[in-house]
């Protein structure tokens, strides 16, 4: 079965500029989960979403914001753009009752 | 308060070798999972082994054990016999309970030599 798939794989991006990365996940998981990698921060937490609702929101500012559709296809967008924002941001997907996740290729952003 | 720990930034192995990655973890949740994740320079994170903390016996998945000692609140990862293509870096982490996050490591990075 086809896995996570995330969109675009790269983005550059000015300071100031909003940003919206998607991400479809595996067919059948309901549950979708975002994560920001950098280098000095490692991975964290951005939010969850199961059935359309946010479940978890991890410790990040407001213009951190997702939403989840019907067809369980996340998107996230990041408003205002700063060069710390620059990252690689990491979807997953999960089943009910499963304790796996699996993760997309991720997309790679860059601010200037 | 870290939850996961990895004390390891790098490991260089020869190939052919075992080499052991470690990682401790922190919680007083009694009910919590243990994964350990591959991440190829390509970025995705690749599932490796899962450990659940009620789990009696320690997690296999082909050349991936996992060495689980609860009372340490260690769980650290195996690979035997290395291959030049396990270079890459390694997750550790942990889902605590019902949450629906997973708080991850630093990482070790893992470099094997031909």
């Known amino acids: 079965k086809a896995g996570v798939t995330q969109t675009p794989r790269y983005l550059i991006k000015t300071r100031g500029q909003q940003v919206t990365l998607s991400c479809s996940p595996i067919s059948g998981h309901r549950s979708v989960s975002w994560y920001q990698q950098t280098p000095g921060q490692g991975l964290q937490f951005l939010f969850e979403y199961f059935s359309e609702t946010q479940r978890n929101k991890g410790n990040f500012p407001g213009r951190f914001s997702g939403r989840q559709f019907s067809n369980s296809r996340s998107e996230m967008n990041v408003s205002t753009l700063e060069l710390g924002d620059s990252a690689l941001y990491l979807c997953?997907?999960?089943?009910?009752?499963?304790?796996?996740?699996?993760f997309g290729s991720g997309t790679r952003l860059t601010v200037v | 308060a870290q939850k996961i720990t990895q004390t390891q930034p790098g490991m260089f192995v020869q190939e052919k070798e075992a080499v052991t990655l470690d990682c401790t973890y922190d919680?007083?949740?009694?009910?919590?999972?243990l994964f350990w994740y591959k991440q190829p320079s390509s970025g995705e994170m690749i599932f490796l082994i899962y450990?659940?903390?009620?789990?009696?016996q320690n997690a296999t998945e082909g050349r991936y054990s996992l060495n689980f000692q609860k009372a340490r609140k260690s769980a650290n990862l195996v690979i035997s016999a290395s291959q030049l293509g396990d270079s890459a870096m390694y997750f550790c982490?942990?889902?605590?309970?019902?949450?629906?996050?997973?708080?991850f490591g630093q990482g070790t990075r893992l470099t094997i030599n031909p």
């Open positions: 982490a942990m889902r605590e309970g019902g949450a629906q996050k997973l708080v």
């Open positions: 919680t007083s949740d009694p009910s919590y999972g």
């Open positions: 997953a997907s999960s089943s009910w009752g499963d304790y796996g996740y699996t």
């Open positions: 450990q659940g903390s009620y789990d009696q």
